[in-house]
Nanobody, 122 residues
Framework: QVQLVESGGGLVQAGGSLRLSCAAS????????MGWFRQAPGKEREFVAA????????HYADSVKGRFTISSDNANNTVYLQMNTLLPEDTAVYFC???????????????WGQGTQVTVSS
């Protein structure tokens, strides 16, 4: 099994920055991809960004491209999400996830953290 713990969420004003971290533990040897999803009240969980541990390739949702950067520290099984120029519409619970491959559909990701709240005020 894999355990994921997110941290770094909080309250920030529009235009500000926030850095999220996700630490993975357990049987992570077959978890090739790590990613971030978010979910606002009344909305479906949506893909934000992902990274391939082997190749380092990254993928972003159009809504965050150019503002968010995903990175990983494979030696420590940790993934980060640097969020810049935050907008009120970025407000959501952000979830870290792992999977054997990158896909934008959350239903195919194997393991999930409990989430961390990000609130952007206008």
């Amino acid at each position: 099994q894999v355990q994921l713990v997110e941290s770094g969420g909080g309250l920030v004003q529009a235009g500000g920055s926030l850095r999220l971290s996700c630490a993975a533990s357990g049987r992570t040897f077959n978890q090739y991809a790590m990613g971030w999803f978010r979910q606002a009240p009344g909305k479906e969980r949506e893909f934000v960004a992902a990274i391939s541990k082997g190749s380092g390739a990254t993928h972003y949702a159009d809504s965050v491209k150019g503002r968010f950067t995903i990175s990983s520290d494979n030696a420590n099984n940790t993934v980060y999400l640097q969020m810049n120029t935050l907008l009120p519409e970025d407000t959501a619970v952000y979830f870290c996830a792992t999977n054997s491959r990158i896909t934008v559909s959350p239903r195919f990701w194997d393991y999930w953290g409990q989430g961390t709240q990000v609130t952007v005020s206008s």
